[in-house]
């Protein structure tokens, strides 16, 4: 609740009085889950060294226990610090791993999110059919799962791929602003600070003439992520 009300600091004193706990309690999977936790509010404060050494350790614990879960949510969150800070070969691989592990454990939610962060990446390579095909599933997904807020992150991703790559304003505003919306039913004070920031992006962009070929929408999967 701290992280997603913005109290950064209390969260990352609240995940380091946790790590010291399951350290003196031997408690290697407690550990790891903290670690994970305190990776995501490392990036969020933009200490991408950190978060990624975070994120490693927590991966180094998990793999040291057999916890595929814990793995799994390390490999998730090191691909997210990739991203930021352009490693690009690296987020796919660790992204692709960590969804290798969701779907062995028949895991939706956390299929959901390397989905999404995958689409990410994809929209960074500027391959828009596959940016589209991974939105496509991961909000799939969260249908599913009645998962209001993931939709509403996998609707903001897919805002920011049609806008840079299909160059469809209208598409990319009504997703990012059905994603504002969900934002600020949950007072999710990031997700609204995200997605104010791209729609105005999107507001600001002067009108294409066209998209080029090789970007324009693909027919499939990015035509049928409206959440319901």
Avoid: W
Wanted: with cysteine; net charge neutral; hydrophobic share 40%.
């Amino acid at each position: 609740m701290q992280r997603l009300t913005a109290d950064y600091a209390a969260s990352e004193a609240t995940l380091n009085h946790a790590l010291k706990l399951c350290a003196e309690q031997g408690d290697q999977d407690g550990e790891a889950k903290a670690l994970v936790a305190l990776s995501v509010v490392q990036q969020i404060t933009a200490d991408f060294r950190t978060a990624a050494a975070t994120a490693r350790r927590a991966l180094d614990l998990s793999r040291q226990s057999g916890d595929q879960l814990g793995q799994a949510d390390a490999l998730r969150e090191l691909g997210r610090v990739q991203q930021l800070t352009a490693d690009c070969a690296g987020v796919r691989s660790s992204h692709g791993q960590a969804l290798d592990l969701y779907r062995a454990m028949d895991n939706p939610f956390g299929q959901a999110s390397s989905l999404r962060y995958l689409g990410s990446a994809y929209t960074d390579k500027q391959d828009f059919p596959a940016a589209a095909e991974c939105f496509g599933q991961a909000m799939d997904l969260c249908r599913r799962l009645n998962d209001r807020l993931g939709q509403a992150y996998t609707l903001c991703y897919l805002g920011v791929c049609e806008h840079r790559l299909a160059g469809d304003r209208v598409a990319a505003s009504r997703s990012l602003t059905e994603a504002l919306a969900m934002y600020g039913r949950f007072r999710h004070r990031l997700g609204v600070a995200e997605a104010l920031n791209n729609l105005g992006d999107v507001r600001a962009a002067p009108h294409p003439a066209a998209a080029p070929a090789s970007l324009a929408p693909a027919p499939g999967p990015a035509r049928h992520l409206r959440a319901s």
